[in-house]
């Protein structure tokens, strides 16, 4: 969709790289939402996609995810979830055992999925998005693990 576009229709807001972005946010929650709460990727997605529109955070219209990035990535990691904890098992084990703290293993199966599947994107981008949705959440060496993983997972992946 064009910016004149994005503009132009009140439902979508923010630039190309601000929707990416958020989708990259959103779908890290909804996979958390999923793994954690027990949901189906649908309803989630659903929620996402169609209820959330147009929220408000701190007196700003929230940005608009890019639904096709969004759904792409939370089907995705559903679907490839057996792969990814394979190809993460050498550099972080405690992903595959399940000793790891759940968004925290959510953020590095998005970031996985992302490097294996979407190769038209360099891997320094989409390690930077998941270090930057990391720091969201986290304020200590969690950022230095996910970095250390994604960037361990492009290195044998690309």
Do not use: W
Not at 6 to 12: A, R, Y
Not at 32 to 54: F, T, W
Not at 70 to 97: A, F, M, W
Not at 98 to 126: K, T
């Amino acid at each position: 969709m064009s910016s004149e576009a994005s503009q132009s229709n009140p439902q979508v807001r923010g630039s190309k790289k601000a929707r990416r972005s958020a989708a990259r946010l959103a779908a890290v929650q909804s996979i958390y939402a999923i793994d954690v709460g027990e949901l189906s990727a649908s309803h989630v997605i659903d929620d996402v996609l169609v209820n959330r529109q147009g929220q408000m955070l701190e007196d700003e219209e929230m940005v608009t995810p890019d639904g096709v990035l969004y759904k792409k990535i939370v089907h995705g990691v559903q679907q490839q979830r057996d792969n990814l904890l394979e190809i993460t098992e050498g550099p972080c084990p405690r992903l595959k055992s399940g000793e790891l703290e759940p968004l925290l293993a959510c953020i590095i199966l998005a970031g996985c999925f992302e490097l294996l599947m979407h190769e038209d994107v360099d891997a320094p981008i989409i390690i930077n998005e998941y270090l930057n949705i990391t720091h969201a959440f986290y304020g200590g060496q969690e950022a230095k693990m996910v970095n250390g993983v994604l960037d361990s997972v492009a290195k044998v992946l690309r």
